[in-house]
């Protein structure tokens, strides 16, 4: 999904991170299998589970994994939609900073087992394809993480908790000594991320239901630090992951247990050093998308991957009213 909007409005933004995350469009990829093989299910949801992820592999009995998809078919939806006005022109992502994490590499334990390496590889050689397409970057800087031997999940280091880096399931946030928002913050925002201290900020809540919904959770969060009461501070937006919403964590975790995505992946107190605002949309559940994730293979509208996607609209309304005139 972060993918998704950087695409969508990168005139917008001076770059994107991706936490386990496959290549722009995927789920749109051309497939033999999803077209033929299971003709029966959309082709969204077939790549989403076979080819974009290993989720049919790993969730279901008899699942296997066709992966992973190929990067030059993002490459050509993205030139195609630039070009038609359903994305920002790709000149929008000159000098971007990217910033792709894969929790795990190939043949060593624990990995990924939900979004294997080699998907973010694509995500990688996408991005980079599309920095030597003439109309796009020029210069841009890409960083790919993959270092980090730990399951599908949010790496986090918290030296009060033991190291879990092979846990799978909610909350998706694993302690495994690594601090994953301090380093995609620190790529970000160069130089501005220092030595953390106790936060000064403020973690509050606003109300989503005035908003372009889309399976849309009646509630986000903001954090913002101190400082940027005062003064203009950058503004991040934060995108959990599937399985990460708060209402999601409630109902699968007792109290103790329970670490949410907008409070517990150490992205407030770095933020706070950095004096960067960070914006938490919060998706919902619902029938076509039963763990809350972000609409990335197309159960909102055919346009979930534009300008024109409902969550995207969402997003950007939020985006807005925080750097509107006057607020």
């Not at 029966?40 to 949801?45: A, D, E, M, N, Q």
């Not at 790549?47 to 994994?65: I, M, V």
């Not at 880096?165 to 790529?187: E, R, V």
Request: with cysteine; charged share 15%; aromatic share 10%.
């Amino acid at each position: 999904m972060a993918v998704q909007y950087h695409l969508a409005h990168s005139s917008e933004l001076t770059g994107v991170a991706s936490v386990a995350g496959g290549p722009y469009h995927c789920a749109a990829t051309p497939s033999f299998f999803c077209d033929y093989m299971l003709w029966f299910l959309p082709r969204g949801v077939c790549n989403a589970s076979y080819r974009c992820t290993a989720t049919a592999k790993k969730l279901l009995p008899f699942g296997f994994y066709m992966g992973p998809p190929d990067h030059e078919d993002s490459v050509d939806s993205a030139l195609a939609l630039a070009e038609a006005g359903l994305i920002d022109p790709l000149n929008g992502l000159n000098n971007d900073r990217v910033w792709i994490f894969t929790s795990g590499q190939p043949n060593k334990t624990p990995r990924d087992t939900l979004v294997p390496h080699e998907i973010a590889v694509q995500l990688k050689d996408f991005y980079q394809a599309l920095y030597n397409q003439s109309e796009a970057v020029e210069g841009g800087d890409l960083v790919f993480v993959d270092s980090v031997q730990a399951e599908h999940s949010m790496v986090i280091d918290d030296p009060t908790r033991d190291d879990n880096c092979d846990a799978f399931g909610h909350p998706f946030i694993d302690d495994c000594s690594y601090n994953t928002a301090q380093q995609l913050l620190d790529h970000l925002y160069p130089n501005s991320v220092k030595q953390l201290a106790t936060s000064q900020g403020q973690l509050l809540s606003f109300d989503q239901q005035a908003l372009p919904q889309a399976t849309m959770a009646d509630t986000g969060h903001i954090y913002v630090p101190a400082a940027c009461r005062q003064t203009t501070c950058p503004l991040h937006i934060a995108l959990h992951g599937c399985g990460q919403t708060q209402t999601m964590i409630d109902a699968a975790l007792p109290e103790p247990e329970r670490l949410y995505f907008y409070r517990d992946t150490g992205y407030n107190s770095w933020a706070d050093t950095a004096n960067v605002v960070m914006l938490y949309p919060q998706a919902a559940a619902s029938e076509d998308n039963e763990n809350g994730c972000w609409d990335w293979w197309g159960y909102s509208s055919e346009d979930f991957h534009n300008q024109r996607a409902p969550q995207i609209l969402s997003i950007r309304s939020m985006v807005q009213a925080l750097t509107g005139p006057g607020d």
